[in-house]
């Protein structure tokens, strides 16, 4: 089996675009959360997002490229970008085929899907785009990154809800283990700030409405936490066979040394009230690690201030770490992103990697009420030093997917 490393890493995110800007603002408890400006929330219930503020895609993109794509599709692009950039790849020197692009999204363009709606409704069939369907379809974030970047390596779309970005990890992670590819671009996208999707979202009950005090609305495991905050942007890494890497010369951020995946088979949004299957990916990546559960030293939680997923994470984490789960810092960081949905746990397995290298654990802000549900160390408010050698995220999602990833200091 094949060794896989990551050696380049790519953040468009609420707290900032780039990986250095991202890390930082992590580690000074930034909130990327305030009043939704992407549309006319007035009559929404919730008013509240965590936007990308900093991003312009001419900035990076050819303006009539730029429109041929959804949001969703210039996020992965861009963050590809600074992700091959990050990682100093010279793709001229390398091959190609060998080369993959597994990307996940949990909507795709749904941006476009509205607006396209809108248009078919006001004004009739003819005028609906040309580019309507190969802007919204999901796969396209994969898509426009293999033929921006000449990718020619498999290239495919993970939509496993809130999991698809770890997912697509973890998939990624087995491409390059077994020896069918070398290097693959990989993470998740999502933007999905819109009228309907919040809606939506709100309908159901998931989103915080504390639209009085954005910064403070999203609470993961604080007793006074009452929903999630829609949040946008992408999270990409290159993913290395480590000989390829060592070779290249690469700068190594971390080893990904463990892959879990179940289903819950229970419920359409709400977890298995006795966390089995979240349970049992923590426990699949760890046998695929071959460590002792004892070696972990950090989880970045899925953590997304809901009830349940609070509450059954935190059982979860008990039930495959018994006491050494009292020894964990574990850190929601969607207290400062949001959940960017399809595309969380790429920005969160590039926050892992990085507290790895750096022996620094970004903090769960805004925790301030025990939960007696949620009795674990939080890593409340403030950034901790700790020497830690292995570290997981998990990403659990609608539908019941669970995935974790773990991964080593190298």
């Not at 003819?126 to 290239?155: E, H, W």
């Not at 008990?318 to 992103?337: D, G, P, Q, R, V």
Request: glycine fraction near 10%.
């Amino acid at each position: 089996m094949k060794r896989v490393v990551i050696t380049g890493l790519g953040a468009i995110t609420p707290i900032g675009t780039g990986k250095d800007n991202f890390w930082n603002s992590l580690l000074g408890g930034k909130s990327g959360i305030g009043y939704i400006t992407r549309f006319d929330a007035a009559n929404h219930d919730v008013k509240i997002g965590a936007e990308v503020k900093d991003f312009n895609p001419q900035d990076y993109l050819d303006k009539k490229e730029a429109k041929r794509m959804d949001r969703f599709a210039q996020f992965a692009v861009v963050a590809t970008k600074l992700a091959i950039e990050d990682g100093n790849i010279n793709l001229d020197e390398l091959n190609k085929d060998r080369i993959g692009t597994i990307i996940g999204s949990g909507i795709g363009g749904i941006d476009t899907l509205e607006g396209e709606v809108v248009k078919y409704t006001e004004k009739g069939p003819n005028r609906v785009s040309p580019l309507f369907i190969p802007m919204m379809i999901s796969n396209m974030a994969a898509g426009q990154v293999s033929m921006n970047f000449g990718l020619t390596g498999a290239s495919m779309t993970l939509t496993t809800a809130c999991a698809s970005a770890t997912h697509a990890i973890g998939e990624s992670y087995r491409m390059i283990k077994h020896g069918y590819l070398d290097m693959v671009v990989t993470g998740g996208t999502e933007a999905s700030i819109t009228p309907v999707a919040v809606a939506g979202f709100t309908s159901m009950k998931a989103l915080s409405t504390k639209n009085d005090d954005p910064s403070k609305a999203c609470r993961p495991f604080d007793k006074e936490r009452d929903g999630f905050i829609m949040g946008e942007g992408s999270g990409i890494l290159i993913l290395e066979e480590l000989e390829h890497a060592v070779k290249r010369g690469a700068t190594i951020y971390a080893e990904v040394v463990g892959y879990g995946a179940t289903s819950d088979a229970f419920h359409i949004t709400q977890p298995d009230p006795e966390a089995n299957g979240a349970t049992k990916a923590m426990a699949l990546a760890l046998e695929d690690g071959n460590i002792d559960n004892k070696e972990v030293g950090y989880i970045n939680a899925h953590g997304t201030s809901t009830y349940f997923n609070d509450k059954l994470e935190t059982l979860a984490i008990k039930n495959i770490f018994k006491e050494h789960a009292y020894e964990l810092n574990i850190s929601s960081t969607k207290s400062m992103t949001g959940h960017l949905l399809g595309a969380a746990g790429g920005i969160e397995a590039i926050a892992t990697a990085l507290a790895l290298r750096n022996g620094k654990i970004p903090p769960t802000i805004n925790y301030e009420n025990p939960d007696e549900e949620c009795d674990l160390n939080y890593t409340p408010n403030k950034m901790v030093e700790k020497d830690i050698k292995y570290a997981m995220s998990n990403s659990l999602g609608f539908g019941g997917h669970n995935a974790t990833i773990l991964l080593k200091r190298y």
